[in-house]
Structures are given as structure tokens and as C-alpha cells.
């Protein structure tokens, strides 16, 4: 009976069993979706360059699209005033629409040596050196919006133009191209768009440069810098680039100079990127204009007396004569027998304190700030007559008010003075007012002498003044 009961349980739990495992026949699919991938877009930013040097195409700073890493834009080692060169360079981005900006840099400005012609122009070159040169200030640039022919046509805008040296010494200079809110090929905000391909020219003279675009041809690049682009039947000049070239006023301070700078160029992608900005740059210190160079107003003045008490001639007591450019032509003895340079300066006469007199005169630059740039920012034209006469010396001083605080930047300076600011007073960048006080040692000189005669004070680094 129990071997029954066995063998009846062991059944009912095998159909147990049987029963519980036909739950897994319920109905399914499976589908498989195999390799997803995530792979990334590129922003690929190529260059190529097509360089004239004073009319003639040139292979030592051409080449063919590449990613750059010797190439360099201009390499130049023998310039002479008047030299000039173009490029165009060419942009190319794949893939992807980005945005484009550059930076200009410059990295060096330097006085290698002061050889004979320079001393002669330049008496204050005594110790050359690093960052002491006047190349980068007289090498102007000019930079637009190019079709592709390297010739500055009507239409094509150009987005910079002035010498270098207007820049701070190893401080890149951004140049916008295209960001959100600029675009110098379309004039309108936005990227530039995936496989198209921008230009960019760049001329330089070694002097000052103009404007003087051909006429548009409409037909792409069919003209070339070494062409007779203005039809005038010589082929390769400025003007058949675009623009014009003088190096006619420069002289020899220049000679033996030398600068380098590097040039970059950087592309970021647009998408997902609306608000995307270059750096905008700080308004640099700018290398002077001429007109813009002199002081223009006389804010104060106190002139003191003759070393024998006496008052200074009427005819160098007008202080208006110490405004504007200079009459004297900056050689270390004056030619006084030109009416011109007789009558064109301000003696400032020696400090006395019975009566008080200062010996001194306030200057305004009223139309920009003089600022501290590369090299030298201000520089004194003083008269000496003669062929030998002791030095007369001023001490100068800067500030920002008419009250000051004051700020020494020239100590005992005498005759034509070069002055960098930065050199005695670092914590100043920039200045209205110039006070010259009269610090002559009153022994060296006979009777009737008069201190320094002051012809004109001139800002070789300045800024525009806002309102």
C-alpha cells in the first residue's frame, strides 16, 4: 500500500511539475541593435600664403595650404625705408561652419647697435639693446578683406591699419574675422561656413602707408601685386597692390633695428555656440600721428630771470612758442642764424626766490594721453646755439591734472631729451600734462644766459583722449 502511494505522489509531482513548466511559452521577440557610435566633428583650420616683396612674388614666405609650424608671414633681413610687401592669405576650414579670430603679437623691437649714421640722427643712442629699437614704429601695416588677388580693391574693407610698434611688447593684439556679432567678408555676424574658403590681405611699408584701391575687377584674382594694376605703365609699385608707400621721412635712428612678432589664427565651432565672441582688445598706445604728436596748449607757465637777476628778452618770453612741431632740426648746436629757429622757442630762465620765480611751463595735450608704449614716449626739442655751450638741464614731470599729483619722469635731462616713462615712474601708463622746470646749474654759464630754451615737447607714444 505505501509502495502505491509512492508511486501516486511521484506522479501528481511530476505532473506538477509539468504543469509549472509550461509558464515559459509565453509569446516574445528580441531585437538587436549592435555597434552605436558617438563620433566626433572637427574644426580643421589651413593656411596658405602668397607673398610679394617690393613688387615681386616671393617663395621664402609663400606656401601651400598646410598646418602652420616654420612658416612665417614676413622674413625680412635687409629692409631700407621705402621697402615695401603684400600677402593674401587664404583660410580654409573643414567640416564644420566655425568662427574665426587672430592675434598679432609683438615679441621683440630691439636696438642691436648704434653705428655712426644712427648717432648722428639718434645722439641718444648710447646703450643699445633689448626693446630699445625704432624699426617696429616706423614699419606700417595694413590689413582687409580680400577677394583672393591680392590687390586692395574699391568695396574690400580694411579692418586695420599703423605701424607695429603701436603694440605692447609680448601682449597679443586680437583681430576679429568672424564671431557673432562681426564678419569682415559679409559685414554681418556669423560663422564662416564649412569648405568655403576666406581671404585676407596684408601689405607693409617700412615708412607711411596709404589707401589707394584699384578699381574692382569683379573676377576674382586675376590681378597680381607685380601687374600695372593703376595703369600707369609701371608694373610691381604700392599702388598697384592697393595702397601707397613713403619712406621718404624717415632717417637713419632706424639702422641696424630689428623686430619679430608672431601672427596666429584660431577657428571654434558655431554650433551650439551662438554668443561666441573674439577677444576684443584694450586700446593699445599707439605710435603718434604728426598732427597729433605736440603739445597743444601752454596750461601754466612762471619764467624765472637771467642768471644776472635781469628778465629774459621779450622775443623768447612768448611760451606759446615752446607748442606745436619743433623749428630746430634736432642737431646737438642750432643754426640761429635762421630767423625761424632765433624766435621759435621759450626760455625758461633760472629759478630765483626773491622774487619767486619757477622757471617752469605747464603743457596740455589736449587732444590724446601721452601713454607708456614701446621705447621712448616723449621727447624734448631744446635750441642750443653755437658751437659749445654748457648744457642746460630740466627736470620733468607728468600728471594727469593741472594741480598734479606730479610724477618725475626726466631727471637733469638736457638738449633734445628722450624720455621713457616707464623707466621712472612704472606705476604711470598715461598723462595730460608735461611740466619742465629748469635745473641748470646756474655757475656754468655767464650773465646773460637764460636757461633752457624749450622749442617743442612731443608724445612718441600717445593714445586718443575719450570725452
Request: hydrophobic share 35%; glycine share 10%; aromatic share 8%.
Amino acid at each position: 500500500m505505501k509502495k502505491i502511494l509512492l508511486s501516486v505522489t511521484m506522479l501528481l509531482f511530476a505532473c506538477g511539475a509539468l504543469a509549472l513548466g509550461s509558464t515559459g511559452a509565453f509569446f516574445s521577440d528580441t531585437e538587436l541593435s549592435s555597434g552605436n557610435t558617438f563620433s566626433a566633428g572637427a574644426i580643421d583650420l589651413k593656411i596658405d600664403n602668397t607673398s610679394y616683396y617690393n613688387g615681386v612674388a616671393t617663395s621664402t614666405t609663400s606656401w601651400t595650404l598646410a598646418d602652420l609650424t616654420i612658416e612665417k608671414f614676413f622674413n625680412f633681413f635687409d629692409l631700407k625705408p621705402g621697402d615695401y610687401g603684400e600677402d593674401t592669405i587664404s583660410l580654409h576650414v573643414d567640416t564644420n561652419d566655425a568662427y574665426l579670430c587672430a592675434n598679432i603679437t609683438l615679441t621683440s623691437n630691439d636696438d642691436n647697435t648704434c653705428n655712426e649714421p644712427e648717432l648722428g640722427d639718434e645722439p641718444s643712442c648710447t646703450a643699445p639693446g633689448v626693446g630699445q629699437g625704432e624699426l617696429a614704429q616706423n614699419v606700417n601695416f595694413m590689413w582687409w578683406a580680400d577677394d583672393g588677388d591680392n590687390v586692395l580693391e574699391t568695396g574690400e574693407e580694411v579692418i586695420s591699419t599703423g605701424p607695429i610698434g603701436a603694440l605692447t611688447l609680448n601682449t597679443p593684439y586680437p583681430i576679429t574675422l568672424a564671431d557673432s556679432d562681426q564678419n569682415i567678408w559679409t559685414g554681418i555676424g556669423g560663422p564662416v561656413a564649412a569648405l568655403d574658403t576666406k581671404y585676407i590681405g596684408k601689405a607693409w611699408c617700412f615708412g607711411s602707408i596709404g589707401q589707394t584701391p584699384v578699381t574692382q575687377d569683379g573676377s576674382g584674382n586675376l590681378m597680381t601685386p607685380a601687374g600695372n594694376n593703376n595703369g600707369n605703365g609701371i608694373s610691381g609699385e604700392p599702388e598697384d597692390g592697393g595702397y601707397s608707400c613713403n619712406g621718404s621721412a624717415l632717417n637713419n635712428d632706424t639702422q641696424t633695428d630689428s623686430l619679430t612678432a608672431d601672427v596666429s589664427f584660431s577657428a571654434v565651432q558655431s554650433r551650439n555656440n551662438s554668443s561666441f565672441q573674439c577677444d576684443e582688445p584694450e586700446q593699445p598706445p599707439v605710435a603718434c600721428e604728426l598732427i597729433q604728436t605736440y603739445a597743444d596748449e601752454v596750461a601754466s607757465f612762471d619764467q624765472g630771470l637771467l642768471k644776472n637777476g635781469g628778465s629774459v628778452l621779450a622775443a623768447r618770453s612768448d611760451p606759446s612758442k615752446a607748442l606745436g612741431a619743433p623749428q630746430s632740426l634736432g642737431t646737438p648746436y642750432d643754426d640761429t642764424s635762421n630767423p625761424l629757429i632765433l624766435n621759435g622757442f621759450f626760455s625758461l630762465g633760472f629759478p630765483s626766490a626773491n622774487p619767486f620765480n619757477a622757471a617752469e611751463i605747464v603743457l596740455s595735450f589736449n587732444d590724446n594721453f601721452v601713454v607708456d608704449g614701446p621705447g621712448v614716449d616723449l621727447k624734448l626739442w631744446e635750441v642750443t646755439g653755437g658751437t659749445s655751450y654748457p648744457d642746460e638741464r630740466v627736470d620733468v614731470y607728468i600728471g594727469d591734472t593741472l594741480v598734479g599729483p606730479w610724477t618725475q619722469v626726466g631727471d637733469d635731462v638736457t638738449r633734445d631729451a628722450e624720455i621713457d616713462i616707464d623707466i621712472l615712474a612704472p606705476a604711470v601708463n598715461q598723462a595730460r600734462y608735461v611740466r619742465i622746470v629748469d635745473a641748470s646749474n646756474l655757475a656754468l654759464f655767464e650773465a646773460t644766459a637764460d636757461g633752457y630754451d624749450l622749442d617743442a615737447v612731443q608724445a612718441l607714444n600717445c593714445i586718443q583722449r575719450e570725452d
